[in-house]
T-cell receptor, first 112, second 112 residues
Framework: SAVISQKPSRDICQRGTSLTIQCQVD?????MFWYRQQPGQSLTLIAT?????????ESGFVIDKFPISRPNLTFSTLTVSNMSPEDSSIYLC?????????FGQGTRLTVV | KQEVTQIPAALSVPEGENLVLNCSFT??????LQWFRQDPGKGLTSLLL?????REQTSGRLNASLDKSSGRSTLYIAASQPGDSATYLC???????????FGTGTRLKVLA
């Protein structure tokens, strides 16, 4: 199994600013995943983060808006840049171990 | 492109009923399928993981089945309780892309 610590758990931010979300895993993993869950919607994959290389972004998501760092095998950050109210969502970090997905508790972001 | 659909989108039942939630996926090249529960404003709780070589998994009042060839999974909840009220999400682990793709979700309300 895997235990994921994600912070902050929630934040209220002004439009035009940026927020960095941190994700810490209790064991080494090759890939870490970042998801967005818009209000009333399911989870959408933003990007896959590999240590030592640039993240791979899904269609509709770009690095300038969602820069990701992966400095080591247990940690990653997702930044939501130049925020607008449309970015208000829950952002979740995930890892896969033995083909099973594990999630952090999520970051509830409100942009005002 | 893998697409995962859940039916119904919402369901309201009286306490004690047995119920079935459906999940369908377009690409049968999956390693496994996982069912999650999400309470409002909370993170994800893993319920059941079905590997591609398995046909079903059981945990307490929950039973999940998987038919890869037809691209379907069902989650059976026996003797439903108000505490089962939540959103239920299925996710498939695609063998070609090594990531989980989430279904559209079923919002369940069990009435006392």
């Amino acid at each position: 199994s895997a235990v994921i610590s994600q912070k902050p758990s929630r934040d209220i931010c002004q439009r035009g600013t940026s927020l960095t979300i941190q994700c810490q895993v209790d064991s080494q993993v090759t890939m870490m995943f970042w998801y967005r869950q818009q209000p009333g919607q399911s989870l959408t994959l933003i990007a896959t983060a590999n240590q030592g290389s640039e993240a791979t972004y899904e269609s509709g998501f770009v690095i300038d808006k969602f820069p990701i760092s992966r400095p080591n095998l247990t940690f990653s950050t997702l930044t939501v840049s130049n925020m607008s109210p449309e970015d208000s969502s829950i952002y979740l970090c995930s890892v896969i171990k033995d083909f099973e997905a594990f999630f952090g508790q999520g970051t509830r972001l409100t942009v005002v | 492109k893998q697409e995962v659909t859940q039916i119904p989108a919402a369901l309201s039942v009286p306490e004690g009923e047995n119920l079935v939630l459906n999940c369908s996926f377009t690409d049968s090249a999956i390693y496994n399928l996982q069912w999650f529960r999400q309470d409002p404003g909370k993170g994800l709780t893993s319920l059941l993981l079905i590997q591609s070589s398995q046909r079903e998994q059981t945990s307490g009042r929950l039973n999940a089945s998987l038919d890869k060839s037809s691209g379907r999974s069902t989650l059976y909840i026996a003797a439903s309780q108000p505490g089962d009220s939540a959103t239920y999400l299925c996710a498939v682990y695609h063998s070609g892309t090594y990531k989980y793709i989430f279904g559209t979700g079923t919002r369940l309300k069990v009435l006392a």
